[in-house]
């Protein structure tokens, strides 16, 4: 009777929202103009407007551990 069900590695279904200023997304899946990034194995996302903003932050970062 419990709904408490966890399949590791899969992805929570249900609500998405992003992570920097909590817009959710209204079909439950993140619209592609989202952006999606990982994070401590867990996935993130942003909204294309925090995206924007966010996106210098993620790719310096991805481009620091490439050196
Ligand atoms: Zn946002």
């Known amino acids: 009777m419990d709904e408490e069900t966890h399949h590791p590695g899969e992805q ?21 103009t989202w952006l999606c990034a990982m994070e401590d194995g867990r996935r993130l996302y942003f909204c294309d407007d925090c995206a924007r903003l966010h996106i210098r932050a993620i790719e310096s970062r991805l481009d620091s551990v490439w050196w």
């Open 12 to 32: 929570a279904v249900g609500h998405v929202a992003c992570a920097r200023c909590g817009t959710t997304a209204e079909s439950g899946t993140p619209p592609p």
